[in-house]
């Protein structure tokens, strides 16, 4: 596990109960229905279409971070803790640098014969209204958003104007904005649904990236890339020189390559009628592979 990173407490962001008995699952499985369709998500989100992206706001980020891995902060690589490294970097001299600030601000009135009344804050007194203010959000991609909503029901997303967008709304804009996004999504709810921990591998060349546990305890295991494939359209092909340099980055960077077959059904909304079929790609040795 990494230095410095706070274990997460549950794996999602619903409440999971474990069910040894018969009787156990049949109550386990009647309050899950009920969840579902008449308990309203806990989390609140705003879709920025200009983005493609979507906000928390609220302290509700540290929730939906620590509990699934969902998103990134969006001043961090990661986690969002922009608050407390910036008070952690200043922690031994924030306070002598407030009052020096308000001391030159005081005989900088004295002096001033004449106060321009234009503006309303100086530079300095804006910096005492954001010194202690959380201004980081956390930011989902529509995969991580719309497993949310559709998968877990954890999430309500709100347009710009504050209106609250259903399941079937936020399915076609992310489409419209993503024309991959339907079978992009696909894969991201089947490596979801056996455990993993996808996120983005754009750095590394990829669509995804998966964490056996999450970023906080160790690195990615493998890299996947996405292939789809759809009836009566052109199957797209790959070079081997591209395949080639896509793998030794993988090697170089410790992760495995995995090629993601997709099958592309008539009906894109049918997410069950989406084939996946893998191929774990490998790099033959003599010295490492001999029998």
């Keep these: 596990m990494k230095k410095g990173n706070p274990v997460v407490i549950k794996p999602l962001p619903i409440e999971v109960y474990e069910a040894n008995t018969i009787y156990k699952r049949v109550i386990q499985l009647c309050l899950s229905w009920f969840h579902y369709y008449f308990k309203r998500p806990p989390y609140q989100a705003t879709f920025l279409e200009f983005g493609n992206f979507i906000w928390i706001y609220n302290e509700h980020r540290h929730q939906i971070y620590n509990h699934g891995f969902f998103g990134k902060g969006s001043l961090s690589r990661s986690e969002p803790t922009w608050l407390s490294r910036t008070i952690e970097q200043h922690k031994l001299s924030l306070e002598d640098v407030t009052v020096e600030r308000r001391k030159k601000r005081r005989e900088k009135r004295r002096n001033q014969a004449i106060k321009d009344d234009q503006d309303k804050y100086q530079p300095d007194q804006l910096l005492d209204l954001v010194e202690h203010k959380d201004m980081e959000t956390l930011q989902l991609d529509p995969c991580e958003a719309y497993f949310l909503i559709f998968a877990l029901k954890a999430l309500d997303i709100r347009n710009s104007k504050q209106k609250l967008l259903s399941i079937e709304q936020c399915w076609t804009k992310f489409c419209q904005n993503d024309p991959t996004f339907h079978y992009t999504y696909a894969v991201y709810h089947y490596y979801r649904s056996l455990g993993w921990v996808p996120k983005s591998g754009i750095k590394f060349g990829v669509d ?4 056996k546990l999450g970023p906080a305890y160790r690195h990615a ?3 996947v890339i996405i292939i789809p494939l759809q009836k ?5 092909t790959k070079s081997w020189q591209w395949l080639l340099r896509l793998n030794r980055i993988c090697t170089q ?15 894109i909304d049918r997410i069950e009628n989406y084939r996946i079929q893998e191929v774990v790609y490998r790099r033959w040795s003599a010295q490492k592979n001999r029998e």
Aim: proline letters at 7%; charged letters at 20%; hydrophobic letters at 35%.
């Design 208 to 211: 995804f990236v998966l964490y």
């Design 253 to 267: 960077v410790k992760k495995t390559l995995v090629l993601c077959y997709v099958t592309i059904p008539e009906s």
């Design 221 to 223: 295991d493998y890299a």
């Design 232 to 236: 009566g359209q052109p199957e797209d």
